[in-house]
């Protein structure tokens, strides 16, 4: 019986140690921001209209998308800008007023399927991209990955095929119908909230609606650079997070609720939040891997 007791505690642990041998294999490999050109330069009251006068400024902001290397899959995190508007070719897919607002400079370097070439991967090898939400910068090339399993908050699915008519219903307007159509018959997984993606707490889905109905952000845990997490448009740069609204919000509450939730996150467990759309920010920590 003792015999069988301390073989059974050794197999024990032995057991705990494969499955913590497991996990540190499990762990993100590198996450990298890059982006699919830029917007700009325009006023940035265009889009936080409740800054006050004196601080006003032009600004040139980047349009993120993120590439996390993970040993289950590789991972993208929005598609940035449709391929269609390379190049000056914006209002051939736009509608004319968005061209001119935002200027987008996107070339066809910019493009995601491009941007991967250049990290040595291919679109077709990628599993999962994650969607933030359903607006043009955001969701314009996930038709290039029908490989892929396309994960949206159910919500933002709806929001992107029939958004409330108070943020517009073209069908090039902000949500562009053409981006969502050609994927309509991909693999979707409609999620209701927050999912752990691979099951191993390091790459994390976060529900963050308000600025549209089904926003999600993403929470990855890096060996070496710790836990960042990647709010895309639920804070779009410093303004926001110094407690100034975004515009092109679906709901004002919901938004705030969600900047609160990602700064709780941030000082609770000491990540660092990556904006969307922070010149800054992009200038000191863009174009370069996190591992």
Not at 99 to 123: H, M, N, W
Request: hydrophobic letters at 40%.
């Amino acid at each position: 019986m003792k015999r069988a007791g301390i073989a059974g505690a050794l197999l024990g642990l032995a057991m705990m140690a494969g499955a913590s041998a497991a996990s540190a294999n499990d762990t993100v490999k590198g996450v990298y921001w890059t982006t699919s050109g830029k917007f700009g330069p325009f006023p940035i009251t265009g889009l936080i209209p409740s800054l006050p006068k004196e601080k006003a400024r032009d600004i040139t902001i980047p349009v993120s998308m993120w590439v996390i290397d993970h040993p289950k899959g590789l991972v993208v995190f929005d598609t940035g800008n449709n391929v269609a508007i390379s190049d000056g070719n914006c209002k051939k897919y736009w509608a004319a007023g968005n061209c001119d607002f935002l200027k987008p400079s996107q070339t066809r370097a910019d493009v995601i399927d491009e941007q991967l070439k250049k990290l040595g991967y291919s679109a077709d090898k990628v599993k999962v991209v994650i969607t933030s939400h359903t607006h043009l910068d955001h969701v314009g090339n996930i038709a290039m990955f029908p490989n892929a399993i396309h994960v949206f908050q159910k919500k933002e699915l709806y929001q992107g095929w029939w958004p409330e008519k108070f943020q517009g219903r073209a069908v090039n307007g902000t949500f562009v119908l053409d981006d969502l159509a050609k994927a309509r018959d991909y693999n979707y997984m409609e999620l209701n909230g927050d999912y752990d993606l691979f099951g191993d707490g390091s790459v994390v889905i976060l529900s963050t609606p308000g600025h549209t109905l089904g926003h999600q952000s993403v929470k990855v845990k890096t060996a070496g650079s710790g836990t960042i997490l990647i709010s895309q448009d639920a804070i779009w740069m410093q303004e926001n997070l110094d407690g100034y609204p975004a515009g092109l919000n679906y709901s004002v509450k919901d938004y705030t609720d969600s900047v609160n939730r990602l700064k709780f996150m941030r000082d609770l467990e000491g990540a660092q939040i990556f904006m969307a759309h922070d010149q800054d920010q992009y200038a000191a920590k863009g174009g370069k891997w996190y591992k």
